[in-house]
């Protein structure tokens, strides 16, 4: 193993010196207790809650910090709820507070403030995800963690019963750099203190006796092993682009509009455009949306500017302002990969499909999965290796539907049955944009806001209705599909 340059710290919240490093193990990788692949948020998470819990874990991230994702970089009540949680200091610079939502459906626009409920927050939070991802992995890191950047990981380890082991992963340094970017305990890392080193570029193998895949959408860990996405499940697709536009980057609500069309004056969209304030200047632009029963995927990128040349002229919407290109990304929804645990292999975030169908958020939920993801490996670990690890880790699924099943259930039907067939528009009509508890009540469902046990009518007819929905069994995969052999590509 070979050193790895430290990154520069950004101003935001630098690298706290509690990472350790441990030791290499001759020239072949490191060994960890837990192996995390990705470091969103999911997988930063997971790796910071497993690390405050006293479990070796590596966090593994192909890119290098900061870097940009496609996201609306608006969280809600529930995501600023798992901030907290990690004790990630939302009061320094850069943090911009929501009131609630501005909902715009033809010539209605309505005001939503976020509920107070006794488990969530009563704000949201922005904030542009080129930094925000590069905030989480630091505080993994600061917690105990240990980050390798620059290293993506290419295939899974595998014992002879097919259970995973480990991953091999290689670095986009020239040098092929195998140390952590974390300093050790007396300081940055040396090549006296790696020892034997490795051919340039050559993967290394990284070991531990579970592995958490938080490698985004494209879910390449998983596939391998032969977890394929469920061909029932809808794939919704997202575009964003950053404008300057001081008049709305101050804005105290997260703006939402639901009356968008398909271009030349087609059939409304199956999704919604948003404009995020950026506290900067900039707004965070984009829409996302299903693909239409009749009339398949939009042109997204059509679709934007025709929207955006309705906005008024002083908000600056236009392609002088523009700030960079326009990014799309796709967005698994509603528990589209299953089973969420194989093999010793946990599946959270965008690639175990955990993206709402309901509003297509997705960050909430990974920040959660990443948590319970990590509870469950930290307890597993605490039992030898057998059956009763292996109960624990298949505790994981079971939990997860617990949670959101019955939710993501509804949601699926609505995205199949309403929304990729006409939209939102239809919903948000003038009856239910003239009742504030309507408003309300559609709001916290989208939202997924409520207390339980519940304290207002609202929290009582939606948990009322998700009980009746029949509760999911967490999916099982054939023999095909775990079968294995199949490299990340």
Same mark, same amino acid.
């Given at each position: ?175 092929? *750099?195998?140390? *952590? ?85 087609? *059939? ?70 299953? *089973? ?150």
């Amino acid at each position: 193993m070979r050193e790895l340059s430290p990154e520069p710290e950004p101003a935001a919240e630098p690298a706290a010196a509690g990472g350790h490093a441990g030791e290499a193990v001759g020239g072949t990788g490191e060994d960890a207790q837990v192996i995390v692949v990705g470091a969103g948020p999911s997988g930063s998470s997971a790796a910071y809650h497993l690390a405050r819990a006293g479990v070796d874990v590596i966090l593994l991230e192909k890119a290098r910090f900061p870097r940009e994702k496609v996201c609306g970089d608006g969280l809600t009540p529930r995501a600023v709820h798992r901030l907290i949680r990690m004790g990630v200091d939302i009061s320094a610079p850069g943090w911009v507070r929501s009131r609630g939502m501005r909902w715009v459906a033809g010539e209605h626009r309505v005001h939503i403030d976020w509920p107070a409920l006794g488990r969530y927050p009563d704000f949201g939070l922005s904030r542009s995800r080129h930094d925000f991802d590069d905030i989480l992995a630091r505080h993994a890191v600061a917690a105990g963690a240990r980050l390798f950047s620059g290293w993506k990981a290419e295939a899974p380890l595998t014992d002879r019963a097919g259970r995973i082991t480990g991953v091999t992963a290689r670095s986009d340094a020239p040098d092929a *750099p195998g140390s *952590p970017d974390a300093p050790g305990p007396s300081g940055p890392r040396t090549r006296a203190d790696i020892g034997t080193q490795a051919p340039a570029r050559t993967p290394v193998e990284f070991r531990a006796p579970v592995v958490i895949a938080a490698d985004g959408a494209s879910a390449r860990l998983a596939l391998a092993l032969g977890l394929e996405r469920d061909p029932r499940r809808q794939i919704a697709t997202a575009a964003r682009r950053y404008y300057r536009s001081p008049e709305r980057s101050q804005e105290e609500y997260l703006e939402l509009w639901a009356d968008l069309r398909f271009p030349d004056h087609g *059939p409304y969209l199956p999704g919604y455009g948003w404009i995020f304030p950026m506290g900067d200047g900039r707004v965070n632009v984009g829409l996302g949306a299903l693909p239409h029963r009749r009339h398949g995927k939009a042109d997204l990128r059509a679709t934007l500017d025709q929207w955006l040349a309705r906005t008024p002229e002083e908000w600056g919407l236009r392609e002088e302002n523009a700030q960079g290109p326009v990014r799309s990304a796709a967005l698994p929804l509603g528990f589209n990969r299953h *089973p969420l645990y194989a093999r010793g292999l946990l599946l959270v975030g965008d690639s175990g499909g955990m993206v709402s169908p309901w509003n297509g958020e997705g960050i909430a939920q990974a920040l959660e999965a990443g948590e319970v993801a990590a509870e469950t490996a930290a307890l597993a670990l605490a039992h030898p290796e057998g059956p009763r690890r292996e109960q624990v880790l298949r505790g994981y699924p079971v939990e997860m539907h617990h949670r959101w099943g019955r939710h993501y259930r509804l949601g699926n039907a609505a995205a199949d049955l309403v929304f990729s067939r006409s939209g939102f528009q239809p919903v948000l009509n003038r009856y239910v944009m003239n009742s504030p508890f309507l408003l309300n009540t559609l709001a916290r469902l989208l939202t997924d806001l409520t207390d339980k046990p519940s304290r207002d009518v609202i929290d009582h007819v939606l948990n009322t209705a998700f009980r009746v929905v029949p509760a999911p069994k967490p999916g099982r995969a054939s023999g095909r599909r775990l079968g294995l052999g199949r490299a990340v590509r």
